[in-house]
């Protein structure tokens, strides 16, 4: 008996103790936080009075720590924020904000202190917030880059929110931007150039639609029409067919004896032409195949001797061709030697034109340079005597000039006498001085003696040429009769009359 009721004092003893340890023991489920009050904070530093147990169990102590819960749960905010943008257009901003407490220390730390009575207020101050940004940042936009760009206006409005949500020990999820209203009609009267262009195409598409249609309708219409053509086409032709089948049926019995009729005249026409046959051929046993074998001779023997003729002749035409081509061997040959010979004689006629040339190069140098050496000694010799004359005429100008006029004497007279060369008869009536002063009259006065004496004289500078010669004067008194014959050879007749007075 004593040992049931130790039994049953042991029994209620760890019943009591498991009564006690399932009144201490907490667990904290995957989505909540437990945040024990009146103990030291795990972590975190010393002095916050309590200590965050999450994902697993922990012994409390009833009277002396206090445990509540903080739901990690994911949370929602419908944001419905009235904005102005940078244009000064009013527009609602309607979006969504998916967010919970973080799953670190601190943040269930400063959710705890913020959010622990208050959890159901979390969608209300976290819309707070976020309006508060979103308006800031809808103030620097336009409406264009709202709708162009939302991701921006998430991205900027997320990135303002950051650093609150994290003091709030909060974490962002997601940020969606759902709607944007506008009460002006601004937005709706953007798209009314696309919405009207797209109206536009959508006309243009389906009037290209309903033509495309039309012409369907159009075309399987004419094809039904052709069926339907076709059809009765063929029933005229079955209907026709029908027809000549009856009209053959009441003409099946003058047809057969027409039938009849033919074939008794298709037979006698064959016996006409079998008879007919039997005649053509007797003509050909008696009188065409003679013919053929007297005309087949005939052209055998034609076509014999034609093959003879042209045997013959072309055997002539080979002969006659090897001819030509010996001859043109032949030919060929010599006038490749030909060729050769005149080229050897061209080689050699160019190489003496080539020596010839060269001499004679040489010669007619050296014949200009004596020339050269001739003609140089020649103006120097003339220059020498130049210069002597000169020198001569400067120290006895009339000794030079008579010996000029001494040296081209001759050629003066011959000058002189020119003036006479046309003379047939001439009469002096004053004797041989009166030669000798017409033979001075025509040196004065004939132009041609006195210019060539002229010219020697200027041979020496312009001296004077000796009295007596070139200045002396014909008297104008002395009778002179002078008779022309184109037939006398000229010069005086002495038994004309020469030397009377």
């Avoid at 023997?301 to 034609?306: N, S």
Wanted: negative net charge; contains cysteine.
């Amino acid at each position: 008996m004593v040992v049931g009721v130790v039994a049953a004092v042991v029994v209620a003893a760890l019943l009591v103790l498991f009564l006690i340890f399932k009144m201490m023991w907490r667990v904290a489920e995957p989505n909540e936080a437990l945040v024990i009050s009146g103990s030291k904070h795990e972590g975190l530093g010393e002095g916050l009075g309590f200590r965050i147990v999450t994902g697993r169990g922990t012994l409390v102590m009833p009277g002396v720590q206090a445990v509540r819960k903080l739901s990690l749960d994911l949370n929602e905010a419908a944001l419905d924020v009235e904005c102005v943008t940078g244009q000064g257009i009013p527009v609602r901003v309607k979006g969504v904000v998916i967010f919970k407490v973080g799953d670190d220390m601190v943040s269930i730390a400063n959710a705890a202190r913020r959010f622990l009575d208050q959890q159901k207020q979390m969608s209300a101050r976290v819309h707070n917030v976020f309006a508060g940004h979103l308006r800031s940042i809808v103030g620097g936009l336009t409406v264009e880059d709202m709708i162009r760009d939302r991701e921006r206006l998430t991205g900027e409005t997320r990135a303002a929110s950051g650093v609150e949500m994290e003091k709030l020990g909060l974490i962002i999820d997601s940020l969606q931007i759902q709607e944007i209203l506008d009460p002006t009609g601004y937005i709706k009267n953007l798209a009314a150039p696309h919405a009207a262009a797209v109206q536009r195409d959508a006309r243009i598409a389906q009037a290209a639609a309903d033509r495309l249609a039309t012409e369907a309708e159009q075309e399987a219409a004419a094809r039904k029409a052709e069926a339907t053509r076709n059809s009765q086409i063929q029933q005229a032709g079955y209907q026709a067919e029908m027809d000549k089948a009856a009209a053959l049926a009441h003409q099946a019995g003058p047809l057969a004896d027409a039938a009849a009729r033919q074939e008794v005249v298709v037979q006698e026409t064959r016996v006409a032409e079998l008879e007919a046959q039997r005649r053509e051929q007797q003509l050909q046993a008696d009188v065409r195949k003679p013919a053929d074998a007297q005309a087949y001779q005939t052209r055998t023997l034609a076509e014999a001797e034609r093959d003879a003729r042209i045997s013959s002749a072309q055997a002539q035409a080979q002969e006659t061709e090897l001819a030509a081509v010996a001859e043109a061997t032949r030919v060929k040959t010599a006038a490749a030697a030909e060729a050769e010979a005149t080229r050897a004689r061209g080689l050699a006629a160019a190489e003496a034109t080539r020596a010839t040339g060269e001499a004679e190069a040489a010669a007619s140098r050296a014949r200009g340079l004596a020339e050269a050496e001739a003609s140089k000694a020649k103006g120097l010799a003339e220059a020498e005597a130049i210069k002597a004359r000169a020198a001569a005429l400067a120290e006895n100008p009339e000794a030079v000039v008579a010996q000029q006029l001494a040296e081209n004497w001759p050629d003066i007279v011959t000058a002189a006498a020119e003036a006479f060369g046309g003379v047939d008869h001439m009469v002096v009536l004053n004797g041989a001085d009166g030669v000798s002063e017409l033979f001075a009259k025509a040196l004065t006065m004939g132009g041609t003696g006195l210019g060539l004496a002229r010219q020697l004289l200027s041979t020496v500078n312009g001296a004077a040429a000796p009295q007596g010669v070139a200045d002396r004067a014909v008297p104008e008194s002395v009778p002179i009769l002078v008779e022309a014959d184109g037939d006398a050879e000229g010069g005086a007749q002495p038994g004309d009359g020469a030397g009377r007075g």
